[in-house]
């Protein structure tokens, strides 16, 4: 008895939990549903709009869905359409919630600014039925807005501004300058009066040509396209222009050229400036003139040695046979022995602390330059470079034989002017980094060896 009895209140409480889940639990969100669908001022969905128009001061603005999330222009003229601030739009008017019903069945509508209203927006929907919100005054009070669907007779109120749909062409039209993925371009070719520049990927490097052949600096070339690719359109000029003298592209004064792994090419061309608010631009084979950034001109205006790579020397560490320490005073040789040991040859014969020599080799890796200060030196005497009293040099197992020369401080006493081995550059690097790599007689000896002999 007692099973049959638990058995029949599990039944009933599993029909309980059933008409829950099958019957309440759907009225209830049916309900919210509604309500939320009742509060809403025009009741739309942002997937299901195909196109919608905007009718203000000026000419009306169309936009049409051409894909999901993305908009092109179709009024007043035919262009890519900012997708973003599209979708933002419709979600803006989707989200609105009336703050109440003013009067279901108005007899003049011109006290709200709904007779004749300057702002209206159309939308067409996937189902081809069609919907127009007119826009009216402010509210006496402020803070909201008198609304009105042109095929329902009453007038709402909710809580926003005019500011919120007075939009231009501008606000609705792509305002991507060059539209690419940093990861894929291999070449980047900058064309300009002075200097021209061109950077060539090779495998996971950047070669720099121009000026001087050079290794670049991954992280500043990064840094480079990425300026490029979140730099905006700040106005559009001119659709058709009749000349290109007045705007300073018959030639330009520099021409961008991005080129993909699949040998697609893009370009930007810049050339006169307009008062200070940026500079004439051209956007590949278009013929209409945009205004850029003038920050985006003078990055692409960089000189060449900042985007030179700043690591002192890439080695790999068993290929050195020797490193030689040149000072005022004397000069160190250390030379590899058997075992990875090392061994001290002048001024001294004697065994060298193996990790002082590691640890100066691990400070060589990660010295970085500091600034490049000349791409060719004319005038060595200047930095103290034509009579090196101090320089540091490596040779390898192929039999290379790679120096750093050193010269003059700088005014501050911070850094030192430098010269690599067979390069025309000079550079200033920090004098800590000066500090870690010149090590002491003392402090590279092997100071065990020194206490048992003098036991």
Known sequence: M???GTALMAAVFLSLVLYYFFVDLPAEQKEKIEKE???KLLPIEMEKVVEFSLTGNGEPIALKRVAPYKWDLIRPLSATGD??????????????KKTRVVEENP??????GLSS???KIYFKFENKNEETLLIGNESPLGGHLYFKR???PAVMMAATSRSRFEKSVYSFRDKTLLNFNTGSIQRIQILREKNPLEFKKMGETWEISGDIRFQGDKDAIMDFLQAIQFSRVREFVDENPDSLEYYGLNPPALKLTLENEKGESQTLSMGNPKEGKGYFGKINGSQNIVLADTRLFETLSQKTVEFLDKTLLEFDEKEILELSLHSENETIRVVRGENDGWNIQSPIKTAADLSTVNSLLFDLKEARISTFIKISLETPESFGLDTSQKSFSLKMKDSKIWTLQLGNQSTNGRQVFAQRTGEPTVFSISKEVVEKLFRSLHDLRNKKTTEIRKY
């Open 37 to 39: 669908h009742a509060e």
């Open 150 to 152: 042109e095929n329902h």
């Open 83 to 96: 997708s973003t601030e599209a979708e933002a739009f419709i979600s803006e008017i989707e989200n609105l």
């Open 117 to 119: 209203p300057t702002l």
């Open 2 to 4: 007692k099973f049959k």
């Open 107 to 112: 007899k003049d509508l011109s006290i709200y």
